[in-house]
C-alpha cells in the first residue's frame, strides 16, 4: 500500500472526489471489513458497519488532521461502531454471534467459523483480516496501528491455537 | 488427535507456512520434514488449515464483493459536500482571545494619551503646606496611644518565645549529651569486656600449653624410667654373669641354696 498515495486520494476526496474516495474504499474495504467481521462475528453486521463507517467517514473528512493516517482513522471509525453494535447486542441479550447461518453457496464452515470466534480479539482480528484481503500483512499492521512483525507473530500463533481446538 | 513437532522447528513450520522463510531455511527445513515423521504431519496439517481458511475467505468473495458495490453505488448517489479548503472559524476562540487583547491594550494606551496634565509640583507644595503637619501630628499621636502598647507587647512576646526557645534548646543539647554519653559508656564497657574475655582466652590457652607440657613431661619421664629399668636389669645380668665367671662353684652353690 502507497501512503502517499493514499494521502493524495484522501486530500482530493475531501474536495468532494467521488472518484478518489471509491478507489480509497476498494483499498481498504476488505480489511476493514475483516476487522468488523472478526469484532461482530456476524457477516451481515460486519457488512452494514463496513459501509456505515465509508459513508461516515466520506462526511466527516474534514475531521482528519493528516491525511496519511487514513487508515488508521477510517479503522477506529469502525471499531467504534462495532463497539456500539456490541453494547447493544449486549443489552438485548442477542447471542447471534456463534448462530450466523453459513452462506448456501458458501459450504459448512461452521465448525471453523465457530472456532475463530472463539479465538482471543488479538489473534482473531488480524486471522479474519489477513485471510480476506489476501493475505497482506503490511496493510493490516496500517489498520490496526502496530508493527508488521506483531501481526505476523499473531496471525502464527493464532493458526497455532485455531490448529489445536480444530484438532481436539 | 494433537501432534507434537520437535520443539525447535515448530516455529521455523509455522513461519515456512506463512511463507517467512527463506529458501535456505525453508531447504534445510524440507530436509528435516523428509526424515521426521511428526513434523511432517504437522507441517501438512498446517498447509491444510491453511487450504481450509482460504476456501473459508474465498466462499466469502461473492457476498464481499456485492457489499463493495453496494456501496460504491451508495457513494455515487450520495450529494457531495466538500469541505472548505480553509477553515476560518476553526480557531475562532483563539482569535477572539487575539482580538481582546488588542482592544485592551488599545485603551491603555489611549487612556495614557488622554489623560488631564497635573501640575505635581504646585499640589505638592500645598499639600505640604496645608495637609502634611496634621498628618504627622496625628500620626505621632497614633503611635503614642496606640503602637506603643502594642510595641511593649510584642517585645514581651518575642523575649518569652526567646526564653521558650533557649529553654528547648538546651534540653534539647542535654538530652543530646547524655546520649552520646550512654552511647560513649556502652562502647567502654563494650571494650573492657571485649579486653577480659580476650584476656580469658590468653590465660585458658596458657593452661592448655602448661597442660600440654605436663603431660609431655609426664611421658618422657615414665620413659626415662622404663630406660633406666631397662638398664638396671641389663646391668644386674651382666653382674651375675661376671660373678658366675668369678666363682662358678659358689654361685652354683648359692643357686643351689636358693
Same mark, same amino acid.
Do not use: C, H
Given at each position: 500500500m502507497d501512503e502517499r498515495s493514499d494521502q493524495s486520494l484522501t486530500a482530493r476526496s475531501r474536495l468532494g472526489d467521488k472518484a478518489a474516495y471509491e478507489q480509497l474504499v476498494l483499498r481498504h474495504y476488505r480489511n476493514l471489513l475483516g476487522l468488523c467481521y472478526a469484532m461482530l462475528m456476524n457477516f451481515n453486521d460486519a457488512q452494514d458497519v463496513c459501509q456505515e463507517t465509508f459513508l461516515r467517514g466520506f462526511e466527516k473528512l474534514r475531521d482528519l488532521r493528516d491525511d496519511s493516517l487514513f487508515a488508521n482513522w477510517i479503522t477506529q471509525i469502525a471499531r467504534r461502531l462495532c463497539v456500539d453494535i456490541l453494547r447493544q447486542r449486549k443489552k438485548k441479550q442477542i447471542v447471534s454471534t456463534l448462530n450466523e447461518q453459513p452462506c448456501p453457496s458458501a459450504g459448512d464452515y461452521s465448525d471453523l467459523t465457530t472456532a475463530i470466534a472463539r479465538l482471543p480479539d488479538d489473534y482473531r482480528i488480524p486471522l479474519v483480516m489477513y485471510y480476506l484481503d489476501g493475505h497482506d500483512e503490511r496493510a493490516i499492521a496500517s489498520h490496526l496501528g502496530t508493527s508488521q512483525s506483531t501481526v505476523c507473530r499473531r496471525i502464527q500463533a493464532a493458526k497455532q491455537l485455531l490448529h489445536e481446538r480444530l484438532s481436539e | 488427535m494433537n501432534i507434537n513437532p520437535c520443539p525447535n522447528h515448530k516455529t521455523d513450520i509455522e513461519a515456512c507456512c506463512c511463507g517467512h522463510l527463506s529458501a535456505s531455511q525453508t531447504a534445510s527445513l524440507k530436509k528435516h520434514l523428509s526424515e521426521c515423521n511428526s513434523c511432517r504431519r504437522y507441517y501438512e496439517a498446517l498447509i491444510q488449515q491453511d487450504k481450509q481458511l482460504t476456501a473459508w475467505a474465498d466462499s466469502l468473495d461473492s457476498r464481499i464483493q456485492a457489499g463493495q458495490n453496494s456501496l460504491l453505488q451508495q457513494l455515487r448517489e450520495k450529494e457531495v459536500h466538500p469541505a472548505p479548503a480553509a477553515q476560518p472559524f476553526?480557531?475562532?476562540?483563539?482569535?477572539?482571545?487575539? *482580538?481582546?487583547?488588542?482592544?485592551?491594550?488599545?485603551?491603555?494606551?489611549?487612556?495614557?494619551?488622554?489623560?488631564?496634565?497635573?501640575?505635581?509640583?504646585?499640589?505638592? *507644595?500645598?499639600?505640604?503646606?496645608?495637609?502634611? %503637619?496634621?498628618?504627622?501630628?496625628?500620626? *505621632?499621636?497614633? $503611635?503614642?496611644?496606640?503602637?506603643? %502598647?502594642?510595641?511593649?507587647?510584642?517585645?514581651?512576646?518575642?523575649?518569652?518565645?526567646?526564653?521558650?526557645?533557649?529553654?528547648?534548646?538546651?534540653?534539647?543539647? $542535654?538530652?543530646?549529651?547524655? *546520649?552520646?554519653?550512654?552511647?560513649?559508656?556502652?562502647?567502654?564497657?563494650?571494650?573492657?569486656?571485649?579486653?577480659?574475655?580476650?584476656?580469658?582466652?590468653?590465660?585458658?590457652?596458657?593452661?592448655?600449653?602448661?597442660?600440654?607440657?605436663?603431660?609431655?613431661?609426664?611421658?618422657?619421664?615414665?620413659?626415662?624410667?622404663?630406660?633406666?629399668?631397662?638398664?638396671?636389669?641389663?646391668?644386674?645380668?651382666?653382674?651375675?654373669?661376671?660373678?658366675?665367671?668369678?666363682? %662358678?662353684?659358689?654361685?652354683?652353690?648359692?643357686?643351689?641354696?636358693?
Open positions: - | 476553526r480557531y475562532s476562540y483563539f482569535w477572539n482571545a487575539v *482580538a481582546a487583547g488588542l482592544l485592551i491594550a488599545a485603551g491603555f494606551f489611549a487612556a495614557r494619551l488622554f489623560q488631564p496634565a497635573v501640575n505635581q509640583e504646585k499640589l505638592f *507644595a500645598e499639600w505640604s503646606r496645608a495637609i502634611q %503637619p496634621q498628618m504627622e501630628q496625628k500620626l *505621632a499621636a497614633a $503611635v503614642a496611644q496606640q503602637l506603643r %502598647p502594642e510595641l511593649v507587647q510584642m517585645r514581651n512576646d518575642l523575649a518569652d518565645k526567646m526564653t521558650t526557645q533557649i529553654n528547648d534548646s538546651a534540653a534539647q543539647t $542535654v538530652a543530646l549529651s547524655q *546520649a552520646m554519653n550512654a552511647k560513649l559508656i556502652r562502647e567502654f564497657a563494650d571494650a573492657i569486656q571485649t579486653v577480659q574475655s580476650r584476656d580469658r582466652q590468653l590465660v585458658s590457652d596458657a593452661f592448655s600449653r602448661m597442660e600440654e607440657k605436663r603431660q609431655q613431661d609426664k611421658k618422657q619421664t615414665q620413659k626415662a624410667v622404663t630406660s633406666l629399668a631397662m638398664a638396671t636389669g641389663e646391668e644386674i645380668a651382666r653382674t651375675r654373669r661376671q660373678l658366675s665367671e668369678v666363682s %662358678p662353684v659358689l654361685f652354683d652353690s648359692s643357686n643351689t641354696n636358693q
